[in-house]
């Protein structure tokens, strides 16, 4: 064993480190270089005995291909879609990610968007704030249907779908779900509902939340033509991954009323460009969005617990990693 392991973090140093140090002091050295772009781990990484990638940049093959002497890449967060989790299988590298860290406060994300839609919240506060000659009333966002019994539908029941459907069944809803990679039973384990298709969910989902990972298979699942499958007057909130939801489709759909809101957390390019068509009708007070979008900077998994959670466990992974023991939540 080297005198200490070198630990890069590429990027998104939001504090002096003190999780990370705590738990590798003793076995290495920690290089923050709190990068924005690839460009910058050029020179940096080359040397690196573990390495740390958050959200706010891409980890390519031209990366992962630097790594000299890398035991283990670490990807402190659910998704892992920004780092190329094949090119580090090529080279013996393994991927881990931290899956449970903010389970509970994205589920309460999900579910507190919804009823910021569902029950008038956002739109009614949005309405009457900017509109002071505005009737004093509750109808503006008539019709406003019971929340209990309504469909909620999950795309992917893992740890964060099942956080989010046992919150929606102590609401009295009725929970359906669509994943086609879980085994049978767990829809009995959980009491929900089970369905084979995608269509299926929609066509009965008064909510639709997806809870699944960004992959070929799942980017843009929600689009226009998904969209119209689901009933008039249906929500849709979306913490997963911004590529899941084609969010181009939203205006529109809120334009014609077949989507009565939508609260988004999490979008393809964080901050979204100023022309993005999304952020153009949020913004625009002469469109529905304007009271029936709630946008959010990807904040559905954030408290502090859950940060200091994302760090001491990403930095266990590495301590692992480097020390040659077994490494859980390996992805690749």
Request: include cysteine; charge should be negative.
């Amino acid at each position: 064993m080297p005198e200490k392991f070198k630990v890069v973090i590429t990027d998104f140093i939001v504090d002096e480190l003190a999780a990370e140090r705590e738990i590798l002091d003793d076995i290495a050295t920690i290089d923050p270089i709190n990068a924005f772009s690839e460009d910058e781990l050029f020179g940096r990484i080359e040397d690196a005995d573990a390495v740390m990638v958050y959200h706010c940049l891409e980890f390519t093959k031209a990366s992962v291909d630097r790594l000299q002497q890398c035991r283990i890449i670490v990807r402190p967060g659910v998704g892992y879609d920004n780092v190329d989790v094949a090119a580090a299988r090529q080279r013996g590298i393994p991927v881990a990610n931290v899956p449970d860290y903010g389970t509970e406060e994205v589920a309460d994300s999900a579910i507190g968007l919804m009823l910021s839609l569902t029950r008038g919240i956002t739109p009614l506060n949005v309405l009457l704030r900017d509109n002071p000659d505005m009737e004093w009333k509750q109808t503006h966002m008539a019709p406003l249907p019971r929340l209990r019994g309504r469909v909620f539908g999950i795309i992917g029941i893992g740890r964060i779908g099942t956080a989010a459907a046992r919150r929606a069944q102590a609401l009295g809803m009725d929970v359906v779900f669509y994943d086609p990679y879980l085994d049978d039973g767990y829809d009995k384990a959980i009491g929900v509902r089970r369905v084979d298709t995608l269509e299926e969910l929609l066509e009965q989902s008064y909510v639709v939340s997806p809870h699944c990972p960004l992959t070929d298979e799942t980017r843009h699942m929600i689009n226009a033509q998904t969209i119209a499958k689901m009933p008039p007057g249906s929500f849709l909130v979306n913490t997963s991954r911004g590529g899941v939801v084609d969010t181009a489709a939203i205006p529109d759909a809120l334009a014609s009323g077949h989507l009565a809101g939508a609260g988004i957390d999490v979008l393809v390019l964080e901050p979204p460009k100023q022309d993005d068509p999304l952020i153009l009708a949020w913004r625009d007070p002469s469109h529905p969005a304007h009271h029936r979008l709630i946008v959010n900077p990807h904040a559905a998994f954030y408290c502090e617990e859950g940060m200091t959670d994302m760090r001491s466990k990403g930095a266990v992974a590495c301590r692992r990693g480097l020390l040659g023991e077994p490494v859980r939540n390996v992805v690749n």
